[in-house]
């Protein structure tokens, strides 16, 4: 199994390069980055503006793969541009970007964005939540398949309440002992909450717990499906240029009676590889949310029947029992007078 590593080259302002043991390197470009795009790199990891001020790409080793970390600050999809140079046979395969280096096989997985090819085999990388992965790592045929058949999602339709996840701190592993609050926002510290033994000199690390709440909106289990030992805690620390590292992933127990428990080694800043400022957290949970369409339609002479193969759609996950209302831009007289429009 190859490696795949990256590296920082200053003729690449907007990207960074893929390095390989099969004596080829490719270069890896965010096409529709801004000029200077480059923030800065740190411990193996660099970072990029995909969108002034907007839109931050972090890449990072991980493991024998290479990991590319989108964020940005609001819900809006957004669709952004890779270009690969050096590589051939580049195709897309159920949501996956399959590509060749030197005869050999590498792919471009993701389980949150939608990925498609343009006339130019750039890659557009649909960017749909606040937080999205890429991975680039050997090609591996079964991993496609299980990627395809992951089915035990929950389906949210449009006129149901989104779930809601509430993150609470304690200091211990009973969970007795919050930790302080300050201007409405919880403390992380190595400190202690409650005074030990020699409260004055802080440790160099210190395990907070976490319970995580559900609102119990919609049940985690249910026909066809158990998301409740699905979900993870994502954990975004600060990092020296005054902006977060890649979220660290945590694993969640399962939910019962609406609530689950999760633990993290938080450490003293150092400067280095710690640094003060404000971390975010946030649980990842396996949901398809539908959202209403606008929908046009035409009808017929008689304005007394729609013709569905007239419709206009976009790409959607619809549940089966969920409905769709569609709504016209323009009303015929026919249709006023049978009072289809109401």
């Known amino acids: 199994m190859s490696k795949l590593s990256i590296k920082y080259d200053k003729k690449y302002s907007s990207g960074f390069v893929l390095v390989t043991d099969n004596e080829t390197n490719t270069n890896v470009l965010f096409e529709s980055a801004p000029d200077n795009a480059f923030i800065g790199a740190k411990n193996d990891k660099l970072a990029f503006w995909i969108k002034s001020n907007e839109i931050k790409a972090y890449i990072l080793n991980d493991g024998d793969k290479v990991r590319i970390v989108f964020s940005k600050d609001t819900t809006f999809p957004f669709v952004t541009a890779i270009s690969l140079s050096n590589v051939s046979n580049l195709n897309l395969d159920n949501n996956s970007i399959v590509f060749e280096i030197n005869n050999k096989k590498y792919e471009i997985n993701t ?31 079964k991993r496609l398949f299980s990627l395809l058949t992951i089915s035990n999602r929950l389906y949210i339709t449009y006129n149901q309440k989104i779930p809601e996840f509430s993150i609470q701190l304690y200091d211990d592993s009973e969970y007795t002992t919050l930790r302080p609050y300050r201007l409405g926002t919880q403390v992380v510290s190595t400190m202690p909450a409650a005074f030990e ?60 009676d609406n609530q689950s428990f999760a633990e993290y080694e938080f450490h003293r800043q150092d400067t280095i590889n710690y640094v003060d400022g404000f971390c975010y957290m946030y649980v990842s949970a396996p949901f398809t949310v539908q959202r209403m369409l606008n929908m046009g339609f035409t009808v017929s002479a008689s304005g007394n029947a729609l013709t569905t193969d007239d419709f206009i759609y976009e790409n959607v996950i619809v549940s089966s029992d969920s409905e769709m209302h569609a709504f016209s831009e323009q009303l015929t007289e026919e249709v006023k007078d049978t009072n289809l429009d109401e």
């Open 197 to 256: 033994s020699n409260p004055s000199k802080p440790k160099e690390s210190r395990k907070i717990y976490f319970k995580i709440n559900y609102d119990g909106s919609v049940p985690l289990t249910g026909s066809g499906y158990d998301i409740s030992n699905n979900c993870n805690l994502y954990i975004a620390l600060p990092d020296g240029f005054d902006l977060l590292q890649p979220p660290k992933i945590i694993t969640m127990q399962a939910f019962n």
């Open 111 to 141: 389980e949150d964005c939608t990925l498609a090819l343009d006339a130019n085999n750039n890659i557009l990388v649909t960017l749909k939540n606040m937080h999205s992965t890429l991975y680039i790592e050997n090609y591996n045929p």
